[in-house]
Structures are given as structure tokens and as C-alpha cells.
């Protein structure tokens, strides 16, 4: 399954989230497509691996003496895990742990589009969105950085097609107008850095008010 | 005790990978001592140079420790080595702790439980992580600082991206031959 996808994740992003630079919210959409692309599975690997020869390799400061006593103590404490949220449907893990487990909750933004915000904060924001097949994501440009990943259906613009488990990258320099394909809705888990500001149906003084 | 299995004739799995194996299908209490005196040093090492204080680092290495005795069930040599699920344990710890939010995890495979181990699979995993050691101690003082800098969690993307001319590249082709059969064993899964 899935053996299609042709857009991946950089190299250094994967290498970012390895090392959990990356801001939270392009780390949830690069767990999610980890989890669903076995080349990025692979590839985030190797990069763990580099990070395991550098932690062999680390110059060794000795633990204070209490340490391991304590550690060797706790082993056999009563520990809750924490909840692990595993791929229901369409949505992989990191997305139903950023759920929390319920299914979205779409709010309609116009046009048959449709979106769930999933976190939003200083470092950007996470959502769901819906978009019926033939229509376009409003003509938008970013601030930032903005990461896609199609769970669902497929759409294109002037950069290409994107299927699921395809990821698109775009910054400020790409001015694009995502359009659905023909078939099922397409839902894509969409993370910025930066406000989008959208052109097309919702105002500019608008955007507060969506969060968007 | 440095890890580095005893080779008598041909190559055989590390002592590491052997605890680590103990830990996990025995919870072997002793094979989990000798694994805590290898990596909790070098974990207070490697937590300090990330930018801990040596209070914090000790708090971050015992937590670790106890993921590592906790999440062993998970460990599985045909994938991984020792050191690079320590080290993502390491750093999923470390910001959990520091940030005081719960990093997005891949959904995990599910193992092939019951399946005997395949010696041959893990020794070339492990192969390929000494090779990458070889080609990490190639690297010139200020090379090996930034690919440092990148894994211990003190450059962006975007700074890891501007750099990629040097050391990541470097490493890269070395990464690359090692992906091949990480990728054949992953799709061997699905």
C-alpha cells in the first residue's frame, strides 16, 4: 500500500525532527507522514542512527552514586503509560493523539470547504481540512513555511499532484491555488508557521475570527 | 565492556544489542545494569552539551533509563541499533521534559512478534552503524561540530538546510547505503 507517494519529507527536516528542532506543529504532520511513508520511515532511521553514533560517541561525565540505586529502585514502580493513539481510518497516530482520539469536528469555512483546527499557538498552527472534489483551496499566499499532507483523495496546483501520502512544502516564495480532484473529498493535515492569508472568501479582518 | 562484541570468528551481535535483547524478552535485571553503566554517562554527556545543567541532565538521564526499561517491548534489533533508539528516546525525553509538551510519535510498526531473530539482518544493522562511526571520525573538527550541533538539537531546519553543503552531505552517501536495506526490511513488514 501506499508505494505511490513521490512527495517526501526533506532530508533536513527529518534530521530537525529526529532532534526535535522542529516546531511542533510541522512535527506532527512529519510523524504523520513517517507513519504512513515506509522510504521517510527509513530514512528518519539513518538519521537516528547518526544521532546513536553521536550519543556512543559522547564524551562520558560520570552520574552521582544515588543515581543508578534510584533508577534500579523505580523499575518496579507502578507506572501509568501514557495513552498511545493508534491510526484510525484515514487519520494516522499523530493526528488522533492531536485529536485526542475523537473524530474531527469539521466547522465550515465556505464553498464546501471545511476545517478542524488542531492546535494553534505562537509556533504556528495544525488543522484538517476538507475540500470537495473541483474546488479550490482559496488562492493563498504564507508568512512562512507551510506543510500538506493528503490523507485523503488528491489535489493539484501549478507545482504538481498531490496523493495520499504526498507532502507539499511551500513557502513564501510559492503563490499557488490548490484544487481537489475529481473523486473522494479531499482532507489534507495542513501546518503553518505563520498566519495564511487567504484571498479569495474570507476577508483579511475576517481571519481572526476563523483563526486562520 | 565497551560494546563492541567479541569476534572470534566472523562477526557477532554487540554485548549492547545482546543486553538490550535480555532487557526485553527477560527483563533481565543484570543485562539492564551493564546497559545503564555504558549509556548513562555518556547520556549526561551528551543532555549537558544539549544545553543542561548537570541537575537536569541527571533528572533527564533517569528518566530515560526507566523509558528504556519500560519501552523495551518496542526495541527491535532488525530495525535499529542500541544507541539510535536510546538516542530518540534521549530527545523525545528531553524536550517532553523541557518544553512541557508531548512530542508527535510515528505510529509503531508492529513487530513480528514471535518471529525468531535474524542474527544476519542485525549484524549488518550494526555493520553499517560502525561503518557510520568511521565515516563520523573522517569527518574534519568543524564538520563533526555542526553534524553535533544538528543532533543534539541546536540548529533549525533552516540552519540544517544551509549547511548541507558540508557535513550532512559527507555523511549522506554513508546514510544512503545503509537506507537500501532498512527500506527492503520495512516494506517486508507491511
Known sequence: ?212 | MEGSGTSTDGPEISEQTAWMIAVRDNRDRAAFSVLFDFFAPRLKGFVIRAGSSSEQAEEIVQDVMLTVWRKAASFDPHRAQVSAWIYQIARNRHIDIIRKERRPLPDELETQAEAEPDSSQIIAIEQESTRLKTALGRLSAEQREMIEKAYLGELTHREISDQTGLPLGTIKSRIRLGLDRLRHELQGLR
Open chain 1, 1 to 212: 500500500m501506499m508505494s505511490a507517494i513521490t512527495h517526501h519529507t526533506p532530508d533536513e527536516m527529518l534530521a530537525a525532527y529526529a532532534a526535535g528542532t522542529l516546531p511542533h506543529v510541522f512535527a506532527v504532520v512529519v510523524a504523520s507522514h513517517v507513519s504512513i511513508c515506509v522510504d521517510c520511515r527509513a530514512a528518519l532511521g539513518a538519521h537516528q542512527a547518526v544521532g546513536g553514533a553521536i550519543l556512543e560517541g559522547a564524551g562520558k561525565v560520570a552520574v552521582s552514586g544515588g543515581l543508578k540505586a534510584n533508577v534500579l529502585a523505580s523499575l518496579d514502580a507502578r507506572h501509568t503509560p501514557e495513552p498511545v493513539f493508534r491510526r484510525s481510518g484515514i487519520y494516522p497516530g499523530p493526528v488522533m493523539s492531536a485529536l485526542n482520539g475523537r473524530q474531527p469536528r469539521w466547522r465550515k469555512l465556505g464553498m464546501g470547504v471545511r476545517q478542524d483546527i488542531l492546535s494553534t499557538g505562537n509556533d504556528g498552527s495544525v488543522r484538517l481540512l476538507y475540500i470537495p472534489p473541483g474546488q479550490a483551496v482559496p488562492d493563498h499566499g504564507h508568512n512562512g513555511l507551510e506543510l500538506t499532507l493528503v490523507l485523503q483523495g488528491s489535489f493539484s496546483d501549478e507545482t504538481g499532484r498531490f496523493g495520499v501520502g504526498d507532502m507539499e512544502i511551500a513557502d513564501e516564495e510559492l503563490d499557488h491555488t490548490p484544487v481537489a480532484d475529481a473523486g473522494d473529498p479531499c482532507i489534507c493535515l495542513a501546518a503553518t508557521d505563520a498566519p495564511i492569508r487567504f484571498r479569495a472568501f474570507v476577508p483579511r479582518l475576517l481571519q481572526p475570527l476563523f483563526r486562520i
